[in-house]
């Protein structure tokens, strides 16, 4: 069922160079300046984007020194993903069932 939350964190995903950072922190751990270069985005943008993320529970910090490291938090994803998973299941069930419109 989809719920306000999962809206919510399907907007937030739907972002390009959100999805873009999700996908290179599904592989490492990366602070902002590994995002700025492998993303071309600016800081500032980057550091609009990365705060989204976080306060979606998309992703988490990791304090380092004076560096801030983000990782993803995977739990948020497979929630999102069990979802998609329901829909499809009830889709494949009730396909067969499915009223017809008269044409």
Known sequence: MMTSA?????????????????????HETLCTTHLVAETGARQTNL???????????????EPCGRFTYYKLHPAVLESLAAMFGELAATARTTITTDRKRAC
């Open 6 to 26: 999962n809206t919510e964190l399907i907007r937030v995903l739907a972002d390009p160079l959100r999805l873009q950072i999700v996908s290179l922190l599904a």
């Open 47 to 61: 550091s609009n984007h990365l705060r989204v993320l976080r306060e979606a529970g998309v992703v988490e910090t």
